[in-house]
């Protein structure tokens, strides 16, 4: 199984989602629940790519759609 948490772009993109977890954290109601939402979600699905592409790179597509789940649990 290729690891993917040693990439620099792994931890840039960590990075970057936490940061729109603070920052929506701070949004108005009704901001947190729609921008919010989007920016959240876009933040997450950059992780996910990540993952995929670096599994796809080693040859393991399959265990990529189980570690999303687990990430977003």
Do not use: C, W
């Amino acid at each position: 199984m290729a690891r993917y948490e040693h990439l620099p772009i792994y931890k840039s993109a960590l990075d970057m989602t936490v940061h729109f977890e603070r920052l929506v954290a701070g949004f108005s109601r009704y901001h947190k629940y729609t921008l919010g939402t989007e920016l959240r979600e876009a933040s997450r699905a950059v992780l996910m790519q990540v993952v995929r592409a670096n599994n796809a790179s080693s040859g393991v597509v399959r265990r990529a759609a189980q570690q999303e789940r687990q990430l977003l649990l």
